[in-house]
DNA sequence: TTTTTAGTTCTCCTTTTGCAGAACTAAAAA
DNA sequence: TTTTTAGTTCTGCAAAAGGAGAACTAAAAA
């Protein structure tokens, strides 16, 4: 199913995921729906090429498709289900990674908020990097709207 | 040592912290470094005011630590050391995040180089995601500059 | 020299995570 | 109606994480 430098290929995926904070059989069903020849692989095939359980399966895939991670088709006459990778969403899951970072701005007004006022300037450098939060939570989405501009 | 105000927010930073995959101790570490009115804290001041035990303390200060998200002073003629948060880091930390992130696209032109070349469209939305982290690598630190520029 | 201080490291325990395997289910096929 | 298919859910276990407490250490103080 599998050559040997598409399973490394899976394997150096899953590691990138994990990394993320995905466990390694939802991070390995993310590698293989980029990796296979085949873009849409049944349970089964998941199973299978990955030596997973079903159990196993069942919960990386739903853990995935609630992540918006991968989706499935269905066929007419075929009551498989056909899981994909939903990649025309990543960039968008950047993003939306990138703009929860910045919302954290709140967080450290708060903190502002509540902290004494003899620590100047300590209370200066939060001021600073809530600012820096606040300026790329306006920035970011305007450069992603470029982006969209640009490619269409 | 704090009030219940403060002890709140720590845990909310600290729950903000642990999102980002740290362990409840350093996260409550962090919390206490942005919230106590002394900027500068003692080992023994962290450990009693967080109700941890000494390893947790001490494992806790230097993962903090070697993460760049602590440092410590020491006072002649003193020879505790005072752990403080090294907030002005923390943008630099979100940027590296940002970029480490854009330089996902290194692996997913890997992907793309071992796809078969059948799957026009997957194929496609492959190298748009590419292309994306590729932009966003590039214009994130014009970005950082242009911040930069600004605030001095 | 002995004692204290400021932490570090080791051992142990509890909780959580991740998964296997088996039992189960609902719809379709025979 | 019974059987097969395509999963889901439950039970249980093994490994890892997180942290407590005690033993340890190195430098400073007495």
Same mark, same amino acid.
């Given at each position: 199913m599998l /050559?040997?430098? !598409?399973? !490394?290929?899976?394997?150096?995926?899953?590691?990138?995921? %994990? /990394? %993320?904070g995905l466990s390694p059989a939802v991070a390995r069903v993310l590698g293989l729906l980029l990796v296979s020849d085949k873009v849409e692989l049944t349970f089964d095939e998941i199973r299978e090429t990955l030596n997973l359980s079903k159990s196993a399966t069942s919960n990386a895939l739903n853990i995935a498709i609630k992540l918006d991670r991968v989706e499935y088709v269905t066929k007419p006459g075929d009551r498989k289900r056909y899981f994909k990778s939903r990649?025309?969403?990543w960039r968008e899951h950047i993003m939306d990674g990138f703009c929860k970072k910045c919302s954290w /701005?709140?967080? =450290?007004?708060?903190?502002?908020?509540?902290?004494?006022?003899?620590?100047? *300037? =300590?209370?200066?450098?939060?001021? *600073? =990097?809530?600012n820096f939060l606040e300026y790329m939570g306006k920035e970011l989405p305007k450069l992603y709207k470029e982006w969209e501009n640009k490619t269409k």
């Open positions: /050559s040997n430098e !598409q399973k !490394q290929l899976v394997e150096k995926i899953g590691l990138m995921h %994990e /990394s %993320e990649i025309e969403l /701005s709140k967080m =450290f007004e708060e903190v502002l908020k509540h902290r004494t006022k003899e620590t100047k *300037d =300590f209370n200066k450098a939060i001021k *600073d =990097f809530v």
